[in-house]
């Protein structure tokens, strides 16, 4: 006896990919990080202006981020942690930095040291709307924000805005200014980003829900429409032959009259899945309306047509409905012909389905060829 175990051919989704992309840029982005840092080192170890932790700290964050691409590449299910856990370091790095030449030293402050570390910071801002979600990045860049500025401003209020040197009060005004305004242009940027992706998912969406029947989830009327009219033009293009099949439930009033409407559905859903599991990747089938679903089958001659109905008949006819009855389908097939629209290749398969119920039900038929041409496509010379 058949069973329902195979689902679904699952389709390929455009988010895998998008995702991943999105993944493996990320992890590409920790790789040239950690090469950029490794070229200051160098420059600044070149130019004997390197201060003494950072001999290490640069060597060491260059490393770490490394790791935490590779870690990012390995153990892609703990990949918000180990964004976060990058964004922190990093940032951690820069505000430990400059905290240590205002408070480890004794003032005058190191001009160099202090504005060559202080201008990366917009990058330690940035890493996080690149990394984190809006609302986490705008958390960091907050902390990262207080832990460099509030200390300043407590000592400048307390010492005075020489403490440091002349003009170090202005500098550090206007740097706070600075520091916000790329906080602010960030989150504006990744909020603008966030409603772009929201939009998108809501298109994908309609899209889903528009082309699919919800009973069944698979393709509707319209997606079948389409599907048709695409198998069409492409046998048109390469003379290759695509047979449709109507498939129709036999009785179906009788099995919601004596059963209930709800089990007449799961009859759908489970005849929808049973019809499915049978099929190449090539063949599309979808509910075509009511009872009655659609198969579109490319490459195929209405001999195969015939024998893939035949094996979907049985396979019905045997298989043991959630409601205890025997289900049986009536199968009209029709192979397109040169001239055919989808409007007539459809006829010839309603046609034929109309004699397998005349002829008593559970049958396959196959559509008589047109009257005029009655050419089988890829039997026919076309442009
Ligand atoms: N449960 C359920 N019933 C549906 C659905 N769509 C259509 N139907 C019912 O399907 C039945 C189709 O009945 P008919 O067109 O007389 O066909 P039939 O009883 O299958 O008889 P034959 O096709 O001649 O074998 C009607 O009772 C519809 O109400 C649906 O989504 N769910």
Redesign the pocket.
């Known amino acids: 006896m058949p069973s329902l175990s195979r689902p679904n051919r699952p389709r390929p989704s455009a988010d895998d990919g998008a995702e991943s992309a999105e993944a493996r840029g990320l992890r590409w982005l920790l790789v040239i990080g950690a090469v950029l840092i490794a070229l200051v080192c160098a420059i600044e170890w070149a130019q004997g202006v390197i201060n003494a932790w950072d001999r290490w700290l640069q060597p060491a964050m260059s490393v770490l981020q490394l790791a935490y691409a590779a870690a990012l590449a390995r153990w892609p299910q703990h990949t918000p942690r180990l964004r976060l856990a990058a964004v922190v370091t990093f940032n951690s790095y820069l505000v430990a930095t400059v905290l240590l030449l205002l408070f480890a030293f004794p003032p005058p402050l190191n001009q160099y040291q202090f504005l060559s570390t202080v201008y990366w910071l917009p990058l330690g801002y940035g890493t996080a709307f690149v990394f984190l979600r809006p609302r986490v990045a705008l958390a960091v860049s907050a902390v990262i924000f207080a832990l460099l500025f509030v200390p300043l401003g407590l000592v400048l209020a307390s010492r005075g805005a020489a403490h440091w040197g002349p003009d170090f009060g202005s500098l550090a005004a206007v740097l706070a200014v600075a520091q916000v305004a790329y906080i602010v242009l960030l989150a504006a940027i990744a909020t603008i980003r966030a409603g772009y992706h929201r939009a998108e998912e809501r298109a994908r969406l309609m899209q889903t829900l528009a082309t699919t029947d919800p009973?069944t989830e698979l393709p509707n009327r319209r997606a079948m429409g389409e599907r048709l009219h695409a198998a069409l033009a492409a046998a048109r293009r390469h003379a290759e032959p695509v047979t449709v099949a109507l498939i129709?439930?036999?009785?179906?009033?009788?099995?919601?009259?004596g059963h209930g409407?709800?089990?007449?559905?799961r009859?759908?859903v489970q005849l929808g899945r049973l019809l499915a599991a049978d099929l190449r990747a090539s063949d599309q089938l979808g509910r075509w309306?009511?009872?009655e679903f659609l198969l579109v089958c490319g490459h195929t001659r209405s001999s195969a047509g015939i024998e893939l109905a035949e094996r979907l008949r049985n396979s019905v006819a045997a298989f043991a409905f959630g409601h205890g009855a025997r289900v049986t389908v009536?199968i009209g097939v029709a192979q397109v012909e040169s001239g055919d629209d989808a409007d007539a290749v459809l006829a010839r398969a309603d046609a034929a389905l109309y004699r397998a119920?005349d002829a008593g039900?559970n049958r396959v038929e196959l559509a008589n060829a047109r009257a005029s041409t009655g050419q089988p496509l890829e039997a026919s010379a076309l442009p």
């Open positions: 009973l129709d439930v036999d009785h179906f009033k009788r099995i919601n009259d409407h709800a089990a007449g559905d009859v759908l309306g009511g009872e009536s119920k039900r």
